[in-house]
């Protein structure tokens, strides 16, 4: 990102940048204030709610990422995971553990700024876990009427790798 991109309001400020930039600049309170209004991306709960509901835990999680200015890669570091982990999140292909809810809520309270909801959070995220699963079960539940119906023969042709693998082929 550049400060000519944040001037034309191309990308966000990264909030974490802010007291740097503010202290470069020398800005008064009422400036700096202003500059951290704009740096945070406000929620729009509406707009969120409208994703299939098995994508919003991750859009939320991407949002509250970019308020506190962490990138997926810093919130890997801080939750102790990888950054395929975080991705996989994002993308909402993947629930997230009780645990590792908890632990993004405590990393994202910390920035007094941003507007953060945990009750909101915790709630998307869990209704988010409930479409995966639900969407995962269905999947499986068609694969396994897809073998129940058609002839083995025809079912291998159909199959993925994952179900071929383990199956004694050399």
Request: aromatic content about 6%.
């Amino acid at each position: 990102y550049t400060i000519g991109g944040w001037v034309r309001g191309e990308h966000p400020i990264p909030y974490n940048k802010l007291p740097a930039i503010v202290e470069a600049l020398g800005l008064d309170k009422e400036a700096a204030d202003q500059l951290r209004a704009l740096a945070i991306p406000r929620l729009n709960r509406a707009e969120l709610e409208k994703m299939p509901p098995e994508k919003q835990g991750g859009a939320l999680l991407k949002h509250s990422c970019a308020s506190a200015g962490l990138s997926q890669p810093a919130l890997a570091k801080k939750t102790e995971l990888s950054r395929k982990a975080i991705n996989f999140w994002c993308a909402g292909k993947g629930p997230i553990s009780e645990r590792r809810i908890d632990k993004l809520v405590e990393i994202f309270s910390q920035y007094d700024d941003i507007g953060f909801d945990p009750e909101y959070f915790r709630k998307t995220v869990e209704r988010s876990n409930a479409a995966i699963r639900e969407k995962r079960k269905m999947a499986k539940v068609d694969s396994t009427t897809l073998g129940a119906v058609l002839p083995a023969s025809r079912h291998e042709e159909l199959a993925g790798p994952e179900e071929k693998k383990g199956r004694g082929r050399e």
